[in-house]
């Protein structure tokens, strides 16, 4: 890791709670980005297969 970013590290690492917040505020503002986690969207299931009939009688 670069000293430039060692020292980044250390400065984040150094704020407390709210401050941390602001930063995260701020830098989404100045990049349009967010922060917020990608939420995983289940496929939609293709047409269900019809059920296998269930085996009742056997031989022994």
Do not use: I, R
């Amino acid at each position: 890791m670069s000293e430039k970013v060692e020292k980044l590290v250390e400065d984040v690492k150094a704020l407390s709670v709210l401050e941390l917040s602001e930063l995260v505020k701020a830098l989404e503002d100045e990049f349009g980005v967010s922060a917020a986690a990608p939420v995983a969207v289940a496929a939609a299931p293709a047409a269900a297969a019809p059920a296998a009939e269930e085996k009742t009688e056997f031989d022994v």
